[in-house]
């Protein structure tokens, strides 16, 4: 069976298009249900893409136009009769003259260009193949720098707190993804009033000087500790440490509380040299 090469790029358009839709609702799909990193997203996009080429070209109606006729030959007979006596004909028009009909050559139409069906399956399967492994591996390497969802590698040798008053804080963890590094922070408050730790409030230094402020919109930090309670969550700074770093220092310059909104330091954190 052959197609229309150009009924085959049509389909791989199609379906082109089909996954920058698809992928698209995957992740807002996914991050509204905080399961973006799961791979059935991007599994069922891929499989719509698929799906999507395979039909635009298994579909019937994609048959070529078949090739012109050979053209015709003079059958082989006995020569030609002679001329027989009879009226002088009269002159028609000439093709220059009014009134005359142009003489018109059949125009013998060209082949479309086509390719056989398991070719363009093979097509099919690479470029779709191909643009779906190189579009997810795109969308997920931007959504996780929008969002902050990066994965990285642990760096905490061990864990690190510090206090002010009944407020306390520990580092639970230090992860250097590939544009951040993500704290996991754990606030213990055990005095009788609300203590609110503010993002931007709160700063990350390496050792060497190179200093950050925790991003506003984007981690799970949830900023207020209600009295006599203990609340984590995750801060994220637009920072990695340089190759000789082995120790930081996290601080909330101001502390909205009872107590006089002082700064809670931690200092000491150490991490291991990348």
């Not at 030959?73 to 002088?88: C, L, M, N, R, S």
């Not at 700063?203 to 925790?214: C, I, K, P, R, S």
């Not at 502390?255 to 330091?265: H, I, L, W």
Request: aromatic residues 6%; glycine residues 14%.
């Amino acid at each position: 069976m052959l197609l229309r090469r150009s009924r085959l790029v049509a389909s791989v358009l199609a379906a082109m298009l089909v996954f920058v839709v698809s992928n698209a609702a995957a992740t807002v799909i996914g991050m509204a249900a905080d399961q973006w990193r799961n791979p059935v997203w991007w599994v069922a996009a891929g499989a719509v893409t698929f799906a999507t080429a395979l039909v635009g070209v298994l579909l019937p109606g994609g048959k070529p136009e078949p090739p012109p006729p050979p053209p015709s030959v003079p059958p082989v007979g006995p020569g030609p009769t002679p001329p027989q006596p009879g009226p002088t004909p009269q002159p028609g028009p000439t093709p220059t003259q009014p009134g005359a009909v142009p003489r018109t050559t059949p125009i013998s139409r060209r082949p479309r260009p086509t390719v056989s069906l398991f070719a363009a399956l093979a097509v099919v399967f690479v470029l779709c193949g191909a643009g779906t492994a190189a579009g997810v591996v795109g969308v997920r390497y931007v959504v996780g720098w929008v969002t902050g969802g990066e994965t990285g590698v642990q760096r905490l040798v061990e864990e690190a707190t510090g206090r002010r008053g009944d407020l306390s804080l520990t580092v639970k963890g230090v992860e250097v993804t590939r544009h951040y590094t993500k704290v996991d922070l754990q606030a213990e408050n055990r005095g009788d009033s609300s203590a609110r730790l503010v993002k931007g409030f709160c700063t990350l230094t390496f050792a060497g000087g190179a200093t950050a402020t925790a991003k506003s919109l984007i981690g799970s930090w949830p900023e207020v500790v209600p009295p006599g309670t203990t609340v984590g969550g995750v801060l994220i700074f637009s920072i990695r440490p340089g190759p000789g770093a082995i120790t930081a220092t996290l601080s909330f310059a101001t502390v909205f509380d009872q107590a006089g909104g002082g700064p809670v330091v931690v200092r000491g954190i150490q991490i291991q040299a990348g």
